[in-house]
């Protein structure tokens, strides 16, 4: 599966982003797709995740709330919406595909993950 990640950006703190991750090359059904973030010098952390076939969703406890994890079937995408940005939120923001369940998505190891994007900049200014 190819992904590519886009709807980075900067925003002021409680201002909204969202983040699009386009798949393609192979059909979705049986996967589970993630978003994960990262900062300079901190391993790559679980934000959300969706399984394609019946939309069970999964979020990290930091974001469980005003995070929204969706996706379209009929353009193989998936959604990451963010409101009430913080500037802890700030990252590097991957999309990730695997064959797996949401709850093994939320602790899975890293070098497991068959397919990531390639990462979009979220900066928000306090």
């Known amino acids: 599966v190819q992904l590519q990640a886009s709807g980075g950006g900067l925003v002021q703190a409680g201002g909204s982003l969202r983040l699009s991750c386009a798949a393609s090359g192979r059909t979705l059904s049986g996967y589970c797709m993630g978003w994960f973030r990262q900062t300079p010098g901190k391993e790559r952390e679980f934000v959300a995740a969706?399984?394609?076939?019946?939309?069970?969703?999964l979020y990290a406890d930091s974001v469980k709330g005003r995070f929204t994890i969706s996706r379209d079937n009929d353009k193989d995408t998936v959604y990451l919406q963010m409101n009430s940005l913080k500037p802890e939120d700030t990252a590097v923001y991957y999309c990730?595909?695997?064959?797996?369940?949401?709850?093994?998505?939320?602790?899975?190891?890293?070098?497991?993950?068959?397919?990531w994007g390639q990462g979009t900049q979220v900066t928000v200014s306090s």
């Open positions: 969706i399984t394609w076939s019946d939309g069970e969703t």
């Open positions: 990730a595909a695997e064959r797996t369940s949401v709850q093994a998505m939320g602790v899975i190891y890293l070098p497991f993950v068959e397919s």
